[in-house]
C-alpha cells in the first residue's frame, strides 16, 4: 500500500497542474479521514486466522491515527500555498476544515489560517488572530501564534508591538525547544532593530514630535523600546541557560536607571530572581564604574539600599565605592622598533590613549606608564628592570616567542596580560594572561557558539596555510573539548579554484552511514531495480569554514552543487576581506562569521579621542586591544585598589570585562575567552546575527 502511495504521489507531482492535483490528493483524503473519524467509537483492529482477515473488536482507545494524518494533509496544504505563492485557495480549504471537521483537527485548520494570513500579510490577519485568542487561550499553538504576529507586526515597524507579541512567545513557550529557538533567533533581528531606533530617537537634537506610530515623544518611545528590548532578553536568559551569560550581558548593556525603575515597578527584574538580577545589576555598575560614572553609580547603590538592602550585589558596589582611585604603575613590554615595531606602537597608542582619558575625566588619576622596548632588550632583563621599579601590572609581551621565553621567570603576584595568540604558555604561570583578537580565538569563540547553539557533529573545511590551519586546529580543540565531535577535516588547496572532486569526496565521508544502509537495505527488498539516485542528508550539524571571504564565495554554489545546503558555514573575519559578497551572497544564508571590532565601535568615546589626537578615522584592532588592557587594569588596580594575588583572582571572575574590542573573561588557564560580534548574510546584506 505503501508503495502504491508513493506512486499516485510520483505521478502527481509530474503533472503539469502540480499545485491543484495535490490540493485535490488532501482534500480527498482528509474527507476520507473524517469519515472514518465518525465511524466506530471501539478500534478494529485485524488478525490473521489460517489465511484469513477476521475483525476484533479492540477494548483499546480510540486511535489518533486519523488526527495524525489530518495534521500531515494541513501541513501539506501550507506548503502548497508556499509554493504557489498565493494563499486564496487554501485558505478557503482551512475555513471550511475549520467548520466542518472534529474539534481537534478544525482547532488546527483555524490555527494554520491564521498563520497563513499572518504570513502572507494580509490585512484581515490581526482579527482574525484575535479571535483565536480569545476563543482559545489554552491551545498549544498560542505561544507560536505570537510568535507568527510578533512576525507581523515587525514587518509593519510596529517595534513596541512586536517585542510584545515575542515575550509572550516567550512567556508561554514552557520548554519547547523549537518555539524557544525559532523566537530567540528571530528576536535577535528585531531587538536590533529596536535598540538602533531607541538610540536615534533620543540622540541630541533629534526631533521633539510625537512618533506617527507609537504616538508617543521620543523620550518615552525609547524608554519604552529599552525596556521592552531588556525583558526580553530577560527571559531569552531564563528559557536559555545554554547562553545565560550572554543574554543577561547584553540586557545589562541596555540598562539605565530609567530602565531600571520601569522594570522594578512591572516586576520584570526583582532581587527576588538572585540568579537574573545580581549579574545584571552588577555587570551594570562595572559597566558604570569603567565609565567613570560616579553619579550614577550613587544613584544605582541608592536605590538598592532601598529594594535589595541585603543582596551581595548591593555590598559589592558599596566596597566598590567605599575606596578612592589609588595609584598605580603599569610595566609595557612591547617592540617599539625594528620588524615589529609598528606593532608594538599600535598597542602602546591604545594604552596611552586610555591614560589621557582617565586624566581628561578625574583629577585623581594616579597612573605612572613604564615602558620598556623588547625589540632592543632581552626580553628577561626588560621584565626584571620593571620588577625594580616596583610596578604592579604588566601589559605584554606581544611576540610568542618572547612570551615562552618569560614564562618561567614570572613573579607569581605581578599580573602579566601578554596580547598575543598563544593559548598553551599561560597555562605555565598563574600569573600569566593572554589577550588576543587573533582568529585562533575567534575560532575558540565559535566552537561554543556552535555547541551552545545545538551543533554536535562539525566538519571542517580549511586552507593550507597554517595560519588557516592553526585556526582550524583551534576551533577542532575547542570543540571536542565541550564534548562535541569533528566528523571531517577536508583540505582545500589555494591554488584550485573548482574544488569539486574534493567537495564530491567530502559529502561522501559525511553521509549518514546508518540510513545509507538502511535505504539499501529496503531498495535490495522492495525495489531491486530502482534507478532511483540516493542523495543523503549530510550527517554534521555545520561546517567550520578557515578560508579567505574570496574562497568561501566560490566554494558556497559548489557546495550546494553536490547538495550540501542548508549547513550553517561558521568562520572568523577571514571572511571580511571584501569579497564574501561576489556572487551576491547566493547560497550563504546560513553562514555566521566574526567580527572583533565593527560598525558599533565607529561612534565610540575611545574612537572619537582617537581621531582628536591623532587625526585618523580609523583605529588599528591593536590599539582597541591595548585601550581595553589598559582599561581592565586601571579598573582593578586602581578604581578597586587590588594588586598582587588579589588581582589575580579578580581578573578571573568570570563576570569578566566589557570592551570596546568586545567582552572578555579570563579562563582557568589565563586565556581571554572573547565575545565577538556575529554577522550573517540576508537577501544580500551583511546583517549583525546572534
Not at 498565493?86 to 471537521?101: F, G, K, N, W
Not at 539600599?305 to 558599596?318: G, M
Not at 588596580?637 to 581578573?651: C, D, E, F, T, Y
Request: include cysteine; glycine fraction near 6%.
Amino acid at each position: 500500500m505503501k508503495r502504491a502511495y508513493s506512486s499516485a504521489i510520483s505521478r502527481a507531482i509530474a503533472s503539469v497542474d502540480y499545485q491543484k492535483t495535490l490540493l485535490r490528493l488532501c482534500v480527498i483524503a482528509l474527507s476520507g479521514l473524517a469519515i472514518t473519524a465518525c465511524g466506530p467509537k471501539k478500534e478494529i483492529s485485524q488478525t490473521v486466522t489460517q489465511g484469513k482477515h477476521v475483525a476484533v473488536a479492540s477494548t483499546e482507545k480510540p486511535s489518533t491515527k486519523p488526527i495524525f494524518h489530518a495534521s500531515l494533509m494541513i501541513n501539506a496544504l501550507m506548503q502548497q500555498a508556499r509554493m504557489a505563492n498565493d494563499p486564496a485557495d487554501v485558505l478557503l480549504e482551512l475555513e471550511r476544515m475549520s467548520q466542518t471537521e472534529p474539534a481537534p483537527v478544525a482547532e488546527e485548520a483555524a490555527f494554520r489560517r491564521a498563520q497563513l494570513q499572518l504570513e502572507f500579510h494580509l490585512p484581515e490577519a490581526i482579527d482574525s488572530s484575535n479571535t483565536l485568542l480569545a476563543t482559545y487561550p489554552e491551545h498549544p499553538l498560542i505561544p507560536y501564534l505570537h510568535l507568527w504576529r510578533g512576525q507581523w507586526w515587525y514587518q509593519e515597524k510596529q517595534l513596541q508591538s512586536a517585542l510584545t507579541e515575542l515575550i509572550d512567545a516567550l512567556s508561554l513557550s514552557q520548554g519547547d525547544q523549537q518555539l524557544i529557538a525559532e523566537t530567540l533567533s528571530f528576536g535577535v533581528n528585531v531587538t536590533h532593530t529596536a535598540i538602533n531606533t531607541a538610540e536615534s530617537i533620543s540622540f541630541p537634537g533629534a526631533s521633539d514630535q510625537p512618533s506617527p506610530s507609537s504616538g508617543q515623544n521620543p523620550a518615552s518611545e525609547a524608554l519604552h523600546l529599552r525596556v521592552l528590548v531588556i525583558h526580553w532578553l530577560l527571559l531569552a536568559a531564563e528559557t536559555n541557560p545554554e547562553q545565560q551569560d550572554i543574554w543577561l550581558r547584553s540586557a545589562a548593556d541596555q540598562l539605565n536607571m530609567d530602565a531600571l525603575h520601569v522594570l522594578q515597578q512591572k516586576q520584570w527584574l526583582s532581587p527576588s530572581v538572585d540568579n537574573i538580577y545580581a549579574p545584571v545589576i552588577r555587570q551594570f555598575a562595572r559597566r558604570l564604574l569603567i565609565a567613570g560614572d560616579k553619579e550614577t553609580l550613587q544613584s544605582l547603590y541608592d536605590d538598592l539600599r532601598r529594594s535589595a538592602a541585603d543582596a551581595q550585589v548591593t555590598a559589592d558596589i558599596k566596597h566598590w565605592m567605599s575606596g578612592k582611585s589609588q595609584p598605580v604603575r603599569i610595566g609595557v613590554l612591547l617592540p617599539l622598533s625594528g620588524h615589529y615595531g609598528s606593532y608594538g606602537g599600535q598597542v602602546l597608542d591604545g594604552v596611552r590613549l586610555f591614560i589621557q582619558q582617565e586624566f581628561q575625566q578625574s583629577d585623581e588619576a594616579n597612573i605612572t606608564l613604564l615602558v620598556e622596548d623588547t625589540a632592543v632588550s632581552d626580553i628577561r632583563q626588560a621584565y626584571r628592570h620593571l620588577l625594580d621599579q616596583q610596578v604592579d601590572w604588566i601589559i605584554g609581551p606581544l611576540l610568542s616567542d618572547n612570551q615562552n621565553q618569560l614564562a618561567p621567570y614570572l613573579q607569581s603576584d605581578v599580573p602579566v596580560i601578554s596580547l598575543n595568540q598563544n593559548t598553551e604558555t599561560p597555562k605555565l604561570s598563574p600569573a600569566l594572561f593572554s589577550h588576543s583578537l587573533a582568529r585562533n580565538i575567534q575560532a575558540r569563540f565559535l566552537a561554543r557558539y556552535a555547541f551552545q547553539n545545538g551543533m554536535k557533529k562539525m566538519a571542517i573545511l580549511r586552507g593550507e596555510s597554517s595560519g588557516e590551519i592553526e585556526e582550524s586546529d583551534a576551533f577542532a580543540a575547542m570543540f571536542t573539548k565541550l564534548g562535541g565531535e569533528i566528523t571531517h577535516v577536508s583540505p582545500m588547496p589555494a591554488d584550485n579554484v573548482n574544488a569539486l572532486q574534493g567537495l564530491f569526496h567530502f559529502r561522501a565521508e559525511t553521509d549518514d552511514e546508518q540510513l545509507l544502509r538502511d535505504l539499501d537495505e529496503d531498495i535490495q527488498l522492495f525495489s531491486p531495480t530502482t534507478e532511483l539516485e540516493i542523495r543523503m542528508p549530510v550527517n554534521v550539524d555545520g561546517i567550520y569554514v578557515a578560508l579567505s571571504g574570496e574562497r568561501v564565495a566560490q566554494l558556497a554554489g559548489q557546495l550546494a552543487y553536490v547538495d550540501i545546503r542548508h549547513v550553517p558555514l561558521l568562520g572568523s573575519n577571514r571572511w571580511a576581506d571584501g569579497h564574501i559578497m561576489d556572487d551576491r551572497g547566493r547560497y550563504l544564508s546560513k553562514v555566521r562569521f566574526a567580527q572583533p571590532v565593527t560598525a558599533r565601535q565607529q561612534t565610540s568615546q575611545m574612537l572619537n579621542l582617537y581621531r582628536q589626537v591623532w587625526g585618523q578615522s580609523k583605529a588599528d584592532t591593536l590599539t582597541y586591544v591595548g585601550y581595553d588592557t589598559a582599561r581592565i587594569i586601571f579598573l582593578l588596580g586602581s578604581r578597586l585598589a587590588l594588586s598582587g594575588k588579589q588581582a589575580i583572582q579578580s581578573l578571573h571572575d568570570k563576570t569578566g570585562f566589557p570592551g570596546e574590542s568586545g567582552h572578555v573573561y579570563f579562563n582557568e588557564d589565563g586565556i581571554g575567552e572573547k565575545y565577538f560580534d556575529l554577522y550573517k548574510v540576508d537577501k544580500g546584506e551583511i546583517e549583525p546575527a546572534t
